[in-house]
């Protein structure tokens, strides 16, 4: 049974990611051609090495982040990290990551819409998303109920100029 619970100081350590799964075969990416997002072919393994993991971990549980983790048993197979300061009354999100073996069982799901209730409570009208522009993300993004925006953040679009800014409203 998987649980999800507040990540904190008290469960949670820099090497808590070490055994993590990130692993992601990437196929087609999106990409903007004349104004429009297409599809196009990118092959790619996403993972993450020790220090990334470690990094992750760090940012994460510091007091700038409200984090969850999804278990199983002890181990960590998801988690959401989201920026506690509001930017534009947007809540970012800023991390969403299922382990490999656990994607399409509706952790991605829990943790999402845990993130919607969280980013509602702190007076957040959007989450704000810069997505990872691989096919798998964008459509999970949009099964959730966000949408490419016309309006992102320039500091955040600038920064990550592969990724697909999006916002999901609240309601």
Known sequence: ????????????????????????????????????????????????????????????SSDAYISFMALDGKNIVGFIG?????????MILDLIQVANSYRGNGIGRALFNLGKETALKAGAKALYISACSSEETIAFYRAMGAQITDCPI??????????????CPLK
């Open 1 to 60: 049974m998987i649980k999800i619970q507040l990540l904190s100081k008290e469960n949670f350590d820099e090497s808590a990611l070490d055994t993590y799964d990130r692993k992601q075969e990437v196929n087609k990416v999106y990409r903007k051609q004349n104004g429009e997002y297409v599809l196009v072919d990118c092959p790619y393994t996403e993972d993450w090495d020790i220090e990334k993991k470690r990094q992750v971990a760090k940012d994460i």
């Open 82 to 90: 989201l920026l506690k300061k509001l930017t534009h009354k947007y």
């Open 154 to 167: 320039k500091e955040i679009a600038d920064n990550e100029p592969y990724d697909v800014q999006m916002i």
